[in-house]
Nanobody, 117 residues
Framework: QVRLVESGGGSVQPGESLTLSCVSS????????MAWFRRAAGKDREEVAS?????RTRYADSVKGRFTASRGSTTLYLAMRDLEPEDTAIYSC?????????????WGQGIQVTVSS
């Protein structure tokens, strides 16, 4: 297993922006797929964005038009704008050398994003 590390979280007011990054110092190759997940208090884990090795992206309906995922070979980004209190959650990145379907093999520990006034 390869450990991924997220950065860029924090506390913001509604309507503001944050950009999350995800990297690994253990692997510098190209992942077949990467994704961002989030888990809000009292709720199930939700996949908010994914991106394949060709750069094609998918988004959850809850974040479409507000979040943008992008990647380098091993670095994953999530640009978040117009943040809402409902976006408050622990955000985790995931990556896999294998194509889907199936669970991602490698995960970050997660970072907190808090949106409140």
């Amino acid at each position: 297993q390869v450990r991924l590390v997220e950065s860029g979280g924090g506390s913001v007011q509604p309507g503001e922006s944050l950009t999350l990054s995800c990297v690994s110092s253990q692997y510098t190759g190209t992942w077949a797929r990467m994704a961002w997940f989030r888990r809000a208090a009292g709720k199930d884990r939700e996949e908010v964005a994914s991106i394949d090795r060709s750069g094609r992206t998918r988004y959850a309906d809850s974040v479409k038009g507000r979040f943008t995922a992008s990647r380098g070979s091993t670095t994953l980004y999530l640009a978040m704008r117009d943040l809402e209190p409902e976006d408050t959650a622990i955000y985790s990145c995931a990556a896999d050398l294998r194509q889907g379907p199936g669970d991602y093999a490698n995960w970050g520990q997660g970072i907190q994003v808090t949106v409140s006034s």
